[in-house]
């Protein structure tokens, strides 16, 4: 492929050979014009195009030889960027043979040809991916970034994530592609979305499940604050049962170890996961966490509704008899009726604990009752 630069001049040219050196002439430097010089003036142009145009640095070609993580490189992207190398290497020593005095264009043009089969295209594709090479290599980074990104992210249950998930896999398949451009803007873009609908997954996620304590406007949007604090109320009362409260303040102390406070979306940022580790579909258990806590809440006010209400007729005798105003009257009217209940006081406890005390006997039966044991909290809490 080297030739002999000083062959040329010894063979017989035509007007054909001639017309044919400065039609490559033209599209090795880009310039049309050059079709219509003579010989010695396009070879004048070719060297001063040639000495500021094949510059690429030896770090651009470094690093399209090892430019993506191991397992993306391909024999196809190695080729490619290797014919690269080796046409800048070819052209750098035809010019360099060009450039004594006694070479002609005809002869430089015809190993310029004879390197790309003769066919214009892989010239031009070859200037393309020449000067494309500094933004390759710039993009490089980014590249690989997302794809650390992709191995370390987890499923989603979105069917539209997934696809782009699955689109990028495929680019990432055929890496030789990438030296176009275009599709490295197609596989940013992709990205682009995936990493977007990701961490709002991955975010809102980690917001409901393991940052809702601390977060007070999500814990009341979870836990019932106000069958909450009815229920420690009730198991004040005397003899109460006070296992649905302990199982009620055990899943609690569960899903506060498990919290975390970390800044989750700048996390998100670098990582596809947060440093808690964190796993949206495998956290099931501690997402159902705060349902089974206001189940809990729920089935303990049931039990001493139920309880109450066995002796209710005591009980509102007894209101009448102590003359209770209004206001806490109305409590507990709402409490020992099937209908919702309101916020209940302190001082309705006290009342409710002082006919307790008035008819302990009465109570006591209902207490076998009340005192029955309520559902454990299960082992691993
Ligand atoms: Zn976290």
């Not at 004594?100 to 089969?117: K, N, S, V, W, Y």
């Not at 000067?131 to 499923?155: I, K, V």
């Not at 159902?288 to 002796?311: P, T, Y």
């Not at 076998?368 to 559902?375: D, G, K, Q, S």
Request: glycine share 4%; aromatic share 6%.
């Amino acid at each position: 492929m080297q030739g002999d630069p000083g062959r040329g001049e010894s063979q017989v040219r035509g007007p054909s050979e001639e017309r044919l050196a400065l039609r490559w002439a033209a599209l090795l430097c880009g310039q049309e014009s050059i079709a219509g010089l003579s010989l010695h003036a396009a070879k004048n142009q070719i060297l001063a195009w040639a000495a500021t145009n094949l510059d690429i640095q030896p770090s651009v070609l470094a690093a399209m030889r090892q430019p993506l993580p191991e397992h993306l490189v391909t024999t196809r992207f190695l080729h490619a960027a290797r014919s690269l190398e080796v046409g800048l290497e070819h052209i750098k020593q035809i010019m360099l043979d060009l450039n004594r005095p006694e070479a002609d264009c005809i002869g430089a043009m015809t190993r310029l040809a004879r390197h790309f089969q003769s066919d214009e295209s892989r010239l031009l594709e070859w200037k393309e991916r020449a000067r494309d090479a500094p933004q390759f290599q710039g993009w490089l980074p980014a590249f690989r970034h997302a794809a650390a990104y992709l191995e370390n992210s987890l499923p989603t249950p979105f069917e539209r994530l997934e696809e782009i998930r699955s689109e990028l896999g495929k680019m990432c398949a055929e890496p030789h592609r990438f030296l176009e451009a275009r599709e490295r803007e197609r596989f940013n873009h992709s990205f682009d979305d995936f990493k977007k609908g990701y961490i709002d997954y991955y975010f809102a996620a980690h917001e409901d499940t393991v940052h809702i304590v601390g977060n007070q406007e999500r814990m009341e949007s979870k836990v019932d604050a106000v069958a909450l604090r009815n229920l420690e109320l009730l198991s004040d009362i005397n003899h109460a049962d006070r296992s649905y409260l302990n199982r009620v303040r055990a899943i609690g102390r569960w899903v506060q170890a498990h919290q975390c406070n970390l800044p989750v979306r700048e996390i998100l940022a670098f990582h596809p996961r947060c440093y808690c580790d964190f796993n949206p579909m495998g956290s099931r258990h501690l997402a159902e966490s705060v349902n089974q806590m206001n189940d809990a809440i729920r089935q303990g006010i049931d039990h001493f509704r139920s309880i109450l209400r066995r002796s209710k007729m005591i009980i509102i005798q007894e209101l009448r008899d102590m003359r209770i105003d209004d206001h806490h009257a109305k409590q507990i009217a709402a409490l020992l009726s099937r209908g919702p209940m309101i916020p209940l006081k302190q001082q309705s406890i006290d009342i409710l604990n002082a006919v307790i005390r008035r008819h302990t006997g009465s109570f006591l039966t209902a207490d076998h009752r009340l005192a029955a044991v309520a559902p454990d909290v299960p082992a691993d809490w």
